[in-house]
């Protein structure tokens, strides 16, 4: 089973690449106006490195026969920075959001949106939220787990695999496989799956192969700032079991559970 209950534990190994939660919130066009220096003053202590962004948005496609394109103007992305340079707050006029590249617990990294999350809703008191959503990007390497020279069916559950999930398909030969998935979960949390082989970061500082396990949980509509907790929850759990779901016995081992 995809989604079945798991008992939590804690690896030693873990394929984590990058965890990211991302709130969305209609536009405040105050957050662009000027420097968020109050928002600042009570993140400082966690995330004293700070830089601010101009990013170009994509161009708009307006109704008419034919068509317009209209150059959108560019968003201001306000950066606060752990400093190690582990962990990273955004803010713009339409979001707020908290990503690692050093995941360690659930617990650890909610209690470490907690704080910013609940300075931005009081400075700035956004209506509702429009979006929240939780992403895992899992890199399995099979050097790292000691798993070289098995095949991605050995690490990986077949329903995640697409075709190398065959016995008759030669890894070697195929050049690219990729699996997109998007579906409505029980209790209306949403789902968008990829997963395939490929290269962390282009390939550019790392040239292993590594299996890709993408998962973007989201729930939309106009979500109360109260309703935060209990749907990053959800969205966690939801994560956790299908993580358990993608790996077979032999990885699970492999990345060295330890029971929390």
């Known amino acids: 089973m995809l989604f079945a209950e798991y008992?939590?534990?804690h690896y030693l190994r873990p394929p984590l690449a990058e965890v990211i939660c991302q709130l969305r919130f209609p536009t405040i066009?105050?957050?662009g106006a000027k420097e968020p220096a109050d928002f600042q003053e009570a993140v400082r202590a966690d995330f004293p490195r700070y830089l601010v962004r101009q990013e170009q948005q994509p161009p708009k496609l307006t109704a008419g026969t034919p068509p317009k394109v209209e150059p959108q103007k560019p968003v201001t992305n306000y950066h606060f920075i752990s400093a190690d340079g582990r962990w990273k707050l955004n803010l713009t006029q339409s979001f707020i959001a908290l990503s690692t590249l050093s995941y360690q617990s659930w617990e650890d990294f909610a209690a470490r949106l907690d704080k910013p999350l609940a300075r931005f809703i009081q400075l700035y008191q956004p209506?509702?939220?429009?979006?929240?959503?939780?992403?895992?990007?899992?890199?399995?390497?099979r050097r790292r787990l000691g798993m070289e020279g098995l095949l991605w069916d050995d690490v990986i559950e077949s329903p995640f695999l697409g075709i190398l999930g065959e016995p008759d398909v030669d890894e070697t030969a195929v050049r690219k496989c990729a699996l997109h998935v998007e579906s409505t979960l029980n209790g209306g949390c949403?789902?968008?799956l990829q997963t395939g082989p490929g290269l962390l970061g282009g390939g550019k500082a790392d040239q292993e192969v590594k299996f890709i396990l993408d998962q973007d949980f989201s729930f939309s509509g106009s979500l109360t700032a109260d309703s935060v907790p209990g749907h990053l929850e959800e969205m966690h759990r939801w994560a956790v079991r299908l993580f358990r779901g993608a790996v077979t016995r032999q990885t699970h081992e492999a990345m060295?559970?330890?029971d929390e």
């Open 127 to 141: 209506a509702f939220f429009e979006r929240i959503g939780l992403r895992y990007v899992n890199a399995f390497s």
């Open 29 to 31: 066009l105050s957050i």
């Open 7 to 9: 008992e939590r534990c």
């Open 256 to 258: 060295g559970p330890v």
């Open 190 to 192: 949403r789902m968008k």
